[in-house]
C-alpha cells in the first residue's frame, strides 16, 4: 500500500524556537496533503489543507502565520510551528491523497505516523 | 460533510466478529462512507470505503443499510492487535480536494 512518512518522529523544543516537521509520501504522488493535530484522547482535527504549488488552506480558527506550511512538491509537504509554546503540544499526523489514476476519482487519504512535538 | 454518530466504545472477544455500527442519516447522495482505525499513538489506517453496495476486503467487511442511512464494520475474527479506536466517515467522491471530518470514533477494546 501507500506509506506515508514524517520526520523526525518525535521532537521536543524550548518554548520560542521554531520546529518543522515534514511530510514525504514515498511511493505515489499527491497534489493534495492534509494536516491534522490530535490531543490526548481526542480525535484529529484538520488543521490545514496543503495543495502542491499553491497557499494552504486552513481551518476556522488556526493561525496560518504561526503554523506556516509549503507544499513545494508533489511528494513533500511541511508544517513549522513558529514560535511554539506548551499549548501547542500535540500529535501532528499528515495525510497524503494519491493523484487520481486515470479515469478514477478517489478521496482515499494514506497517513503518516504522526510526530509527537513537547514544547518545554 | 454529513455526521456521523458511533458508540463510544465496545468490547470483543478475541476470534470473535466485532460488528462497528455508524448512523449517517444526513448522508447525500454524492458520499461515501470511510472506516479508518487508529492505533494508540499511530497515525490512522484506511480499512474500507463503499458506496452503496456492501464490501470486503482483506481486512473488513462495510454492509450499508439500503437507505444508506447506516452502516456497519465488520472485522470476522477479532484479535487483539484490532484494539484501537475505529472511525466511521463520511465524504464526497470528488477530485479536488475534499477533506475528512473524524468524530469521536468507537473504541474497540479486544479481550482474551
Known amino acids: 500500500g501507500a506509506v506515508v512518512s514524517q520526520h523526525p518522529s518525535r521532537v521536543i523544543c524550548k518554548s520560542g524556537t521554531s520546529v518543522k516537521i515534514e511530510c514525504r509520501s514515498l511511493?505515489?504522488?499527491?497534489?493534495?496533503m492534509f494536516w491534522y493535530r490530535q490531543f490526548p484522547k481526542k480525535s484529529l482535527m484538520l488543521m490545514a489543507t496543503?495543495?502542491?504549488?499553491?497557499?494552504?488552506?486552513?481551518e476556522q480558527g488556526v493561525e496560518k502565520d504561526k503554523f506556516l506550511i509549503n507544499h513545494a512538491s508533489l511528494t513533500l509537504s511541511t508544517l513549522t510551528v513558529t514560535s511554539a509554546h506548551p499549548e501547542d503540544s500535540s500529535f501532528y499526523i499528515c495525510?497524503?491523497?494519491?493523484?487520481?489514476?486515470?479515469?478514477?476519482?478517489?478521496?482515499?487519504?494514506?497517513f503518516g505516523p504522526g510526530t509527537r512535538l513537547t514544547v518545554l | 460533510d454529513a455526521k456521523t454518530t458511533q458508540p463510544p466504545s465496545m468490547d470483543c472477544a478475541e476470534g470473535r466478529a466485532a460488528n462497528l455500527p455508524c448512523n449517517h442519516s444526513?448522508?447525500?447522495?454524492?458520499?461515501?462512507v470511510y472506516w479508518y482505525r487508529q492505533i494508540h499513538s499511530q497515525g490512522p489506517q484506511y480499512i474500507i470505503h463503499?458506496?452503496?453496495n456492501n464490501e470486503t476486503n482483506e481486512m473488513a467487511s462495510l454492509i450499508i443499510t439500503e437507505d444508506r442511512k447506516s452502516s456497519t464494520l465488520i472485522l470476522p475474527h477479532a484479535t487483539l492487535r484490532d484494539t484501537a479506536v475505529y472511525y466511521c466517515?463520511?465524504?464526497?467522491?470528488?477530485?479536488?480536494?475534499?477533506?475528512?471530518?473524524f468524530g469521536t470514533g468507537t473504541r474497540l477494546q479486544v479481550t482474551l
Open positions: 511511493d505515489f504522488q499527491a497534489t493534495t
Open positions: 466517515i463520511v465524504s464526497a467522491l470528488v477530485v479536488t480536494a475534499s477533506k475528512l471530518t
Open positions: 496543503s495543495n502542491e504549488g499553491s497557499k494552504a488552506t486552513y
Open positions: 495525510s497524503a491523497r494519491p493523484l487520481p489514476l486515470a479515469g478514477g476519482v478517489n478521496n482515499e487519504q494514506f
Open positions: 444526513t448522508i447525500s447522495g454524492n458520499e461515501y
Open positions: 463503499g458506496l452503496k
